[in-house]
């Protein structure tokens, strides 16, 4: 239980009481704050405390926003101070300098000074930003009944519920979905539900919409598109409800950042099932859609982790500056990238109207477009910047998921290397391997088995040195590739029909495993374990055994009974550590507050 300590004199009128009960805190009031100490001792050592002043006087949602946000170890407003348990010991320690008793600086409150001295002993003072949300502590009536006044003129309601929608989103998520979506959120807060429940409803109206395309009938299609998009108004719901209420859980952060991926790639497999019924094999284009969505995150990922240690952009920086400045070009930028929420809207509505194959087909020109436009704007951004950085090499590393295979190539030390070095013997190695399997005839031949090889010494070559230059953020994107389509290709070029629908399970499990690397690093909890990642085998190791696979079964059922043991092996042990991870108190509360298109 919370407990709030109100310190000073109660002010004749004041809600302040009734606000904090209403926060789920209990308030002791302490009118003499020498006595803070004492008071403080009497709280049990695993519970927020809060200390306010008894002349608060503000909306209950600049209280709401100081002192029940768990995602920090103390935060504070004026005239309210919070602390959760790692931030007790900062707290005693500040009552300890920072005298109680009235002083030459009383016009400061106490609790203003309070987060002062936390702040400055390196225990992170959250500030939340207000706006016309209303904090003051008035030092006389006539100041009480300004503030009083101020708290009247502005809806805090009003604001709370718009500051439950990201301020940075999606044209489709912007203008016809969160305009609505909030409300839900609030209904959903004040019948008690969790952001989690509502996830694991999205989740599940997904998974029925997956159901529905895999009649293959009509009707199944049209309800499929119905339920996709409901899937993502709940999407949108449980965050805005996380933000609405404060409510953040390292359970919840596990479920966001890997149910949007889960809930898209089983209604691709809802269309191939379904498209399958009617006569039609479409798993190729179904794999084909997955590989270049996650390789489109990769992008995304990568780039953002060196994106902070580079400084300038040059031209491509300045042009963008100028764009913004055009109202209607910041929306058509938005869409052009194929954010989840056009993304989303785009399949509900061609599987309505149309066949899986169109689905897919016209998903995947624009996703290519999407791709295209968003990774030469970052080649450029990323040439014309001054430097590198080794702030983002750790990131890097941890995502390109490189083996045992590529460890012991890069063991020789690379010296004098350009800064073009390690996207160049990246792209050496996928060039390679790839372009021996479209060679006519050679899926399948001992050929490709030798590619794989170079590919993973390539692949060693280009990690053996910090990944600190401008564009070594492409690495991560280009072994995404390599790896996802060498199992595309195969699985194309395989006699057993079920090559394909076994290949798809493991590039999910693959891409779960990337997808869950990615999310560790954005909560500051580092990678994955390096044994996890060696007994995955790597990107380079994955590849090879999936080439040698095929060298040994492609024409005959052995090669999709390979594939689908790889990925029931990779499932146990990746899913296991992640599970693991993610329900642990050591996981960070990751929530994606950025807004930007996924």
């Known amino acids: 239980m919370s407990t709030a300590i109100v310190i000073g004199r109660p002010v004749a009128g004041s809600p302040l009481d009734a606000d904090l009960r209403a926060l789920g805190f209990t308030v002791r009031a302490q009118q003499d704050p020498a006595a803070l100490r004492e008071e403080l001792g009497r709280v049990p050592t695993g519970a ?27 935060a504070a407003v ?34 203003d000074r309070l987060a002062e001295a936390v702040d400055a002993s390196g225990t992170a003072v959250h500030r939340p930003a207000l706006g016309s949300l209303q904090a003051r502590v008035p030092d006389s009536p006539a100041e009480t009944e300004e503030a009083r006044a101020a708290v009247a003129a502005v809806d805090g309601e009003r604001i709370r519920l718009a500051d439950a929608v990201k301020s940075r989103d999606g044209f489709f998520t912007t203008h016809c979905v969160s305009p609505y979506s909030r409300y839900i959120a609030r209904w959903c807060a004040d019948r008690g539900l969790t952001p989690n429940q509502v996830t694991t409803a999205s989740l599940v109206t997904a998974l029925v919409a997956a159901g529905c395309a895999a009649t293959g009938t009509r009707a199944g299609f049209v309800a499929a598109g119905l339920l996709l998009l409901a899937s993502f ?7 805005q409800l996380a933000r609405y209420a404060l409510k953040y859980s390292t359970l919840g952060a596990w479920l966001d950042a890997t149910f949007d991926r889960a809930k898209e790639y089983a209604f691709y497999a809802g269309l191939a099932l379904g498209a399958a019924r009617g006569g039609e094999d479409v798993w190729g284009l179904a794999l084909a859609a997955m590989v270049l969505q996650t390789a489109r995150h990769i992008v995304d990922f990568s780039f953002n982790e060196t994106a902070t240690a580079q400084t300038g952009a040059g031209r491509a920086a300045a042009l963008s500056g100028r764009l913004d400045a055009v109202g209607w070009t910041v929306w058509a930028r938005r869409m052009i990238v194929l ?10 509505v061609l599987t309505a109207l149309t066949t899986p194959r169109i689905t897919f087909v016209v998903l995947l020109a624009a996703g290519a477009f999407a791709a ?15 430097g590198g950085g080794d702030g983002g090499a750790p990131a890097l590393a941890a995502l390109v998921d490189s083996g045992p295979l590529a460890e012991s ?16 013997w990246a792209a050496a190695g996928v060039v390679v391997l790839l372009g021996t399997l479209l060679l006519p005839g050679a899926a399948g031949t001992w050929a490709v088995v030798a590619a794989a090889v170079w590919y993973a010494l390539c692949a060693g070559r280009a990690v053996a040195a910090p990944l600190s230059h401008r564009l070594d953020w492409l ?33 999910a499990i693959c891409a779960y495993h990337h997808y869950d690397t990615v999310y560790r690093l954005r909560g500051g909890a580092g990678a994955p374990p390096r044994g996890l990642v060696l007994a995955a085998g790597g990107h380079e190791g994955r590849t090879l055994l999936v080439v040698l696979a095929a060298a040994l079964w492609l024409g005959g059922s052995g090669f999709p009974v390979a594939l ?5 092996a990779l499932t146990v042990l990746v899913l296991t550590e992640s599970i693991r991870f993610w329900v642990s108190s050591q996981a960070p509360a990751v929530h994606d507050e950025t807004g930007e298109p996924t």
């Not at 295209?372 to 001054?386: E, F, P």
């Open 339 to 348: 954010p989840i929420g056009e993304r989303w809207a785009l399949i509900a």
């Open 233 to 239: 108004v709940l999407d949108c719901v449980d965050g």
């Open 564 to 568: 689908t043991a790889l990925a029931g």
């Open 78 to 111: 004026p005239g309210a101070l919070a602390v959760g348990p790692a931030g007790r010991a900062a707290l005693t320690a500040a009552l300890a300098t920072v005298p109680t008793a009235p002083t030459a600086a009383a016009d400061v409150p106490l609790t």
């Open 475 to 507: 690495l991560p994107p280009l072994f995404r590739v390599a790896e996802y389509g060498t199992v595309l290709i195969l699985a194309l070029h395989a006699e057993s029909p079920a090559a394909l629908p076994a290949a798809f399970g493991l590039v």
């Open 409 to 424: 190539a890069a063991r020789t030390p690379a010296t004098g290397r350009a800064a073009l070095g390690a996207p160049l």
């Open 372 to 386: 295209c436009y968003t990774t030469a704007g970052r080649v450029l951004r990323s040439i014309r910047r001054s």
């Open 48 to 74: 927020r405390i809060a200390v306010v002043d008894a002349r608060f006087t503000g909306h209950r949602q600049s209280l709401r926003l100081a002192l029940t946000d768990p995602r920090f170890p103390a």
